[in-house]
């Protein structure tokens, strides 16, 4: 079964980079593909982008000018760069896998646990 | 792009059926059968309820159930129990290759 864990640092003042890395367990990493999402408090769901195992994105319009999401196939890792960051970018974010062990899907069928980033002065 | 539209919550007493509305446009909702829904509870991560529109992946209660008719989907819960309680998101992949959330729907069992 696929797994993913990921962790980052929680705590940013305005104007950083939020940094993120998320680890693929279980799985072959070849073939698939992964989001980013992340829910602000008292909020719902946004979907931050996504990529392919080739390297391949796509963002959400919302945010495409500040995010980065890359893969390192060589340690099963994905990872999530969000520029100058504003309270605004304050929320849970979670790792996605659009493929579990059997199948790939339009959706999340495997999350990470979510790592909760605040930004604050 | 907007979100997706849901109603703000839902409420049903043990054993009643409920249904979760999703609205969007033909770019997401409407163009495709890339629809999903998510069950979640405050702490844990988000869980795939619903994929392509109405199919169920392995191990959801055949309680859970979808639909779509123009440019709304639908999540049914019937038999419902406590357990369900949650909040509920639907999302959909758009023509312009990326996905949208819904706003998200608060289910109560009275």
């Known amino acids: 079964q696929v797994q993913l864990q990921q962790w980052g640092a929680g705590l940013l003042k305005p104007s950083e980079t939020l940094s993120l890395t998320c680890a693929v367990y279980?799985?072959?990493?070849?073939?698939?593909?992964w989001s980013w999402i992340r829910q602000p408090p008292g909020k719902g769901l946004e979907w931050i982008g996504q990529?392919?195992?080739?390297?391949?994105?796509n963002y959400n319009p919302s945010l495409k000018s500040r995010v980065t999401i890359s893969v390192d196939t060589s340690k099963n890792q994905l990872s999530l760069k969000l520029s100058s960051v504003t309270a605004a970018d304050t929320a849970v974010y979670y790792c996605?896998?659009?493929?579990?062990?059997?199948?790939?899907?339009?959706?999340?069928?495997?999350w990470g646990q979510g790592t909760m980033v605040t930004v604050s002065s | 792009q907007s979100a997706l539209t849901q109603p703000a919550s839902v409420s049903g007493s043990p054993g009643q059926s409920i249904t979760i509305s999703c609205s969007g446009t033909?770019?997401?909702?409407?163009?495709?059968?890339?629809v999903s829904w998510y069950q979640h509870h405050p702490g844990k991560a988000p869980k795939l309820m619903i994929y392509?529109?109405?199919n169920r992946p392995s191990g959801v209660s055949n309680r859970f159930s979808g639909s779509k008719s123009g440019n709304t989907a639908s999540l049914t819960i019937s038999g419902l129990q406590a357990e369900d309680e949650a909040d509920y998101y639907c999302?959909?992949?758009?023509?312009?290759?990326?996905?949208?959330f819904g706003t998200g729907t608060e289910v109560t069992v009275l």
């Open positions: 996605a896998s659009h493929c579990s062990s059997t199948s790939c899907y339009y959706g999340f069928p495997i």
């Open positions: 990529i392919y195992h080739s390297g391949s994105t």
């Open positions: 392509d529109v109405s």
């Open positions: 999302t959909s992949y758009t023509s312009s290759n990326f996905y949208v």
């Open positions: 033909s770019s997401d909702v409407g163009g495709s059968n890339s």
């Open positions: 279980g799985g072959s990493f070849s073939g698939y593909y």
